[in-house]
């Protein structure tokens, strides 16, 4: 009895040149350079010297964070997207507009349990990354002299005292939170009303540590 061979598995005919493969990170920066294509050029001059990091969203089904860092010889650039493999959308810097365009796009509805990831995500990727939201002493990078300075040690301690983990409630209009964010070298106890679509209203701060022995922010 005869066998038929599909096409698929005949061998290449000799001379006959494969169709160049385009990896992840290539399609991802090709995405990049239509939304944000100063950027996109600067990535694109350095790729030796560059590297993208994914990051699933577990409040998001589509979108993923893309973070790529690119180390020039003078100093180091970090650019971030959220990106579901068929767009971009810039978050360099992020907006609240552009999250909120996103949850939109999502349809987001946020249970209780996703709330501390979304409000972290939310907080570290809009002001230009010049706040965090931090519930353990791990979570800051403190002066390496903490270890051996003992007024140093002892402002740590009082610092991470005022530290606590995200505390969600329900709400009125979806849910209240109660958490520490770091600015500079100063600890916020801070009070939110997050919706379950994901918008953010700060209801309250008050300073609970200044003076923290932490780098200084550039």
Known sequence: MATTHCDSARPAKAGAQEEPKVNADAETLQRIERVDPVHAGTIQQNLAATAFTRQPLGFYQRFQLVT???RLPHRALRFKYADDGKVAVNLTPATAEAIYKLNQDEALSLEA??????LRFFIENTEGGKRRLVERAEDVQWLPATNTDAALGAR????VAKLHPVKVSDGAEGFQVSAVVLVGNQLLACDFTVRKGGKVQLVNQQVAAESLPVPAVR
């Open 68 to 70: 790529v860092d690119v």
């Open 156 to 159: 740590k301690a009082e610092a």
């Open 113 to 118: 349990a996703e709330v501390p990831a979304y």
